[in-house]
């Protein structure tokens, strides 16, 4: 097990023994224990009781769990809480805005056991009434458990992508294939998939390769169709394999891979429209007259009337990349040191790092008290010395307050490279008071960058309501650049709003908000939603090389 997946498994413990009216002593020393275990970087996986027992903030009851869990994924007393509540009132854990203490209240005194009764129980009312809850907390509820369902059975690309890639390396080697390619959403890069989805031209029996799969994989309901194999796998992930001759791989990839509207598009051009045995997607889009179209456009928007034009720009690559913009250290919440994070940002290949810590507000995170900010300045300027002509700007995530001001005065923002200003708190908040939130701080002339500009957490946690097209054409009168948030749960800004930042002369920059050095390779799915808004390099902030970067930082700096 992984270190997250441990402290994962000690926070449930500790959220199972508070709903069990267990030991508070107890409960506080497992959650922190799990808070810890989360921040450190050696892995536990394989360590003795008594090398655990070393470890600060561990003790010597934590190790022996801890020893458990790296070796038979649980242990004893987890399971024998698990054993003592429903798997429906588990679930509960899964909504916003409920803790142990109110689920235990939900389930003792209410009776429900489920997350649908409990909805039900909202929308008769019922829990405004109870001790404790009131209408605020019921409606809060209510739209938490309205996004579970909304969003059940999709998952995040990140999630996927490794699973469906090896999948084609398990079906290339099969006998009966000729050719093999992710398709469908996957393979449109979109940010959250519901089915993994292959295209694969055999020459054998269909059947032939259904056995393979059920042998080889063994998923759940196998099924065989006119020209799909479609299973389970990883008990809820759903599968689907379109099958076809060699001579009809390319027109059953191209047609599997497109929207529905993408392909509506290209039949409004030419009636007679065809893909049948095209030699490759190419060929398919000069029949109609149109350049190639990248899988990440096919969505059915406006690529087709751009390609006619022949307006469609040449996509994002992540090797244009020039610098890492929006990271975080041990000086705030990030688990490695300053120093760390530099020299395996020069060893990627980079220019350039801005770093980007937390500020004062974010107490939760560590932020940088005016103090800090001079000693972490003093060891950026020795960094730089040291690894010239590799250079770390002096940047902050500096925290949106409730009125939209910054977060320093304006003596202290001045001693920053760049700014990247964020909203971390008071998430609930109508689109009214957003907008005049972000837009204060969009028109602060030492806000560089808008951080990932609704908050969201994608399947998880709804962004606070903006209207896009006023915050870009904020951004837009400000020359303030908008971050492409590279996190696989975030992906905020949305890829359908680019397109109209890029019109509107906007600026992108597509930031990791990395934690820790591994952080740095989530860039790769910020270049796959850029590519799918119609990204080019020309727009990308972090794609200038450094003397350009470093002209620009100082060109938007308040004289």
Known sequence: MTNEQIAEKLKWYADLSELHNGNPFKIKSYAAASFR????????????????????????????????????????????LEQDTPLGVQQLFAVK??????????????????????????????????????????????KSIEFIFANTH??????????????????????????ISLTGAIRRKCEVIETIEICVAIYGDENELAQYIDERLSPEQLQVNTSTITFVINQSIPCSIYFCSDDDFFSTLFETTATAAHLQLLKALKPDFTTAEATSEEVIYTSVNLPYIAPELREGLHEVSLARQNKLPKLIEITDLKGILHNHSTYSDGLNTLAEMANYCKELGY???????????????????????????EEIELLNKKLAPFFVFKGIECDILGDGSLDYSNDVLASFDFIVASVHSNLKMTEE??????????ENPYTTLLGHPTGRLLLMR??????????????????????????PYRLDLDWRYIDYALNKGVK?????????????????????????????????????????????????KPK
């Open 154 to 179: 999709k998952f995040h690309y990140a999630k996927i992508e490794e699973l469906a890639n090896q999948l084609v390396d398990a079906l290339n080697e099969f006998d009966g294939t000729t050719n």
């Open 433 to 442: 008071k957003a907008m005049s939130r972000l837009i204060k701080a969009i």
């Open 351 to 377: 220019e350039y790092l801005g770093i980007c810590d937390h500020s004062k507000a974010a107490q939760y995170a560590g932020g940088l008290k005016e103090e800090e900010i001079i000693k972490q300045h």
């Open 462 to 487: 709804e962004g606070y309501p903006i209207d896009h097209h006023k915050i870009i054409d904020a951004c837009a009168a400000n020359e303030v650049v908008i971050e492409i948030n590279a996190h």
């Open 97 to 142: 805005g409920i803790g142990p203490k109110k689920i235990a209240y939900i389930w003792q005194q209410l009776g429900i056991e489920s997350i649908g009764e409990l909805l039900y129980a909202c929308n008769e009312n019922r829990l405004a009434q109870a001790k404790g809850f009131g209408l605020k907390t019921q409606e809060s509820v209510k």
């Open 37 to 80: 275990i989360d921040k450190l970087l050696e892995p536990l996986a394989g360590k003795s009781i008594a090398e655990l027992e070393q470890i600060e903030g561990v003790g010597k009851s934590v190790a022996a769990k801890v020893f458990q869990l790296s070796t038979t994924g649980t242990f004893d007393e987890l399971q024998q």
């Open 508 to 556: 992108l920059s597509i930031n990791p908000d990395a934690h820790h050095t591994q952080g740095y390779h989530n860039m790769y799915y910020g270049v796959c939603v850029a590519r799918k808004g119609g990204l080019y390099k020309e727009m990308c902030l972090n794609a200038m090389s450094f003397s350009e970067i470093n002209a620009y930082f100082l060109h938007k």
